[in-house]
């Protein structure tokens, strides 16, 4: 079970920049990143860095934004009842340029130490270089699928929660 939590406030501020990739191992799923800042009712501000095209939401807004750990997964803005789960519209990609690589030079130093020595050794590390990435990608995308429902429902619950009356409510609440 994940451990989200909600907080639930006006929108300060949202900034848009674009991403320029640095180095030749940084991929981004979007060309653009956002700065959300939000003030909550009870006055602590909170920011959040979202790789997304997508912003449901404009400075003073009330929204209500869904954490998994310390990043924001789904943003549910309470005046037009627009919602976003950022992990289905803007998901992490399912490999990485340096794993290919990784493959790649691990397959023919496998070849070539089968070349020269022989043997079994040789064969398992070209073996698990071509099965490597495949499973890495497969479970990558089984993690993916299992937290975009569990996100989904988390949202719901928080937005909930929200709508219930409450005396006293703390900066950050889970979801239960």
């Excluded at 639930?8 to 920049?17: D, L, T, W």
């Excluded at 409450?166 to 979801?175: D, H, K, S, Y």
């Amino acid at each position: 079970m994940r451990d989200f939590r909600w907080v639930c406030g006006q929108v300060a501020e949202v900034q848009r920049f674009i991403n320029v990739p640095r180095r030749w191992c940084e991929q981004y799923p979007a060309r653009e990143r956002r700065e959300l800042w939000i003030t909550s009712d009870q006055g602590p501000e909170f920011k959040f860095v979202v790789h997304t095209t997508v912003m449901p939401a404009r400075r003073g807004h009330r929204v209500l934004a869904l954490l998994m750990g310390r990043e924001l997964v789904a943003l549910h803005n309470l005046q037009t009842k627009a919602s976003v789960n950022y992990l289905r519209s803007d998901p992490p990609l399912l490999s990485r340029r340096w794993e290919v690589v990784a493959a790649v030079l691990g397959a023919i130093g496998g070849i070539a130490a089968f070349a020269v020595v022989g043997g079994v050794v040789p064969l398992a590390v070209i073996a698990a270089s071509l099965i490597g990435i495949p499973g890495a990608v497969a479970m990558r995308w089984l993690a993916r699928s299992l937290a975009k429902r569990a996100t989904d429902r988390a949202l719901i619950e928080a937005v909930r929660q929200a709508a219930a009356p409450a005396p006293e409510r703390q900066t950050l609440r889970r979801v239960k």
